[in-house]
């Protein structure tokens, strides 16, 4: 945004901003899938797992290897791994999916009323865009509570939890538009709601994203790509509803806000 248009950016220049931040994204996981599918499919698929034998003397005598894994087993091999994973990825959807349809274009579009009205209405959205990262983060860092979490909370109980977080998106909707509380409160409590959704947000990926190891070993390797294919599915997922009720729905480019 800074280089798009200094610290008071027109709307074409953030429009413009915008544009640029999603095409480098989409452009980022473009690459990495290339690289991961390209990795896989030439680099681990055919190397064949080896085993060497010790002679008394500390030498090797013998080293054997077994054959590479075909695409047909290795594909086996994540369907298998899909459905152990089946309840931590559709997690990962979800919590992702909420995420992106609730923040953090609609919220960014509330105008800056009251004491917020002096920052403009462009700090306005980078101060949603701070509240998030820094709470989500803050969610992430005490490991001790989250491993005793993902030791006691059962699987089934943390996917009713990121079933029911999917609210926190038309609550964040109904603050911006139509605008339930006016002045400076109503910032207040767009903010409030986006700290529950990054704190949320944070604790529950983290949670059903460490619940993963409970799959069998030879599949928690494949188990782990299966949730990371549904994380970038509930981003994609969620993005393209925020894109949609904020253009159409609430009409958010109707919003006159005060100069």
């Given at each position: 945004?800074?280089?798009?248009?200094?610290?008071?950016?027109?709307?074409?220049?953030?429009?413009?901003?915008?544009?640029?931040?999603?095409?480098v994204?989409?452009?980022?996981?473009?690459?990495?899938?290339t690289?991961?599918?390209?990795?896989?499919?030439?680099?681990?698929?055919?190397?064949p797992?080896?085993?060497?034998?010790?002679?008394?003397?500390?030498?090797?005598?013998?080293?054997?290897?077994?054959?590479?894994?075909?695409?047909?087993?290795?594909m086996?091999?994540?369907?298998?791994?899909?459905?152990?994973?089946?309840?931590?990825?559709?997690?990962?959807?979800?919590?992702?999916?909420?995420?992106?349809?609730?923040?953090?274009?609609?919220?960014?579009?509330?105008?800056?009323?009251?004491?917020?009205?002096?920052?403009?209405?462009?700090?306005?959205?980078?101060?949603?865009?701070?509240?998030?990262n820094?709470?989500?983060?803050?969610?992430?860092?005490?490991?001790?509570?989250?491993?005793?979490?993902?030791?006691?909370?059962?699987?089934?109980?943390?996917?009713i939890?990121?079933?029911?977080?999917?609210?926190?998106?038309?609550?964040?909707?109904?603050?911006?538009?139509?605008?339930?509380?006016?002045?400076?409160?109503?910032?207040?409590?767009?903010l409030?709601?986006?700290?529950?959704?990054?704190?949320?947000?944070?604790?529950?990926?983290?949670?059903?994203?460490?619940?993963?190891?409970?799959?069998?070993?030879?599949?928690?390797?494949?188990?782990?790509?299966?949730?990371?294919?549904?994380?970038?599915?509930?981003?994609?997922?969620?993005?393209?509803?925020?894109?949609?009720?904020?253009?159409?729905?609430?009409?958010?480019?109707?919003?006159?806000?005060?100069?």
């Open positions: 945004r800074l280089a798009a248009g200094g610290a008071d950016p027109s709307a074409a220049q953030m429009q413009l901003s915008a544009r640029v931040f999603f095409s994204s989409v452009l980022y996981s473009v690459v990495c899938a690289i991961f599918a390209a990795l896989r499919h030439f680099y681990l698929l055919p190397l797992a080896c085993a060497a034998t010790v002679g008394c003397g500390g030498g090797i005598t013998k080293v054997s290897c077994g054959t590479a894994p075909r695409l047909g087993e290795n086996k091999g994540l369907r298998a791994a899909g459905r152990e994973a089946a309840v931590p990825a559709l997690c990962q959807f979800l919590v992702f999916g909420a995420t992106l349809a609730a923040w953090p274009s609609i919220p960014g579009a509330a105008c800056a009323l009251g004491g917020f009205h002096s920052l403009g209405q462009g700090w306005w959205f980078d101060l949603v865009v701070a509240v998030y820094a709470m989500d983060f803050a969610a992430r860092l005490h490991l001790p509570r989250l491993q005793h979490a993902a030791r006691c909370v059962s699987r089934r109980t943390t996917l939890a990121c079933g029911a977080r999917l609210l926190l998106a038309p609550l964040i909707y109904i603050c911006v538009r139509p605008r339930l509380i006016d002045g400076a409160l109503g910032n207040a409590t767009i409030a709601a986006v700290a529950l959704l990054a704190v949320s947000n944070g604790f529950l990926a983290t949670l059903s994203m460490m619940q993963l190891p409970r799959a069998p070993p030879a599949l928690s390797e494949d188990a782990v790509y299966v949730a990371v294919a549904m994380l970038y599915l509930g981003l994609a997922s969620g993005a393209t509803v925020s894109w949609a009720v904020g253009t159409h729905a609430m009409d958010l480019s109707e919003i006159e806000c005060p100069g």
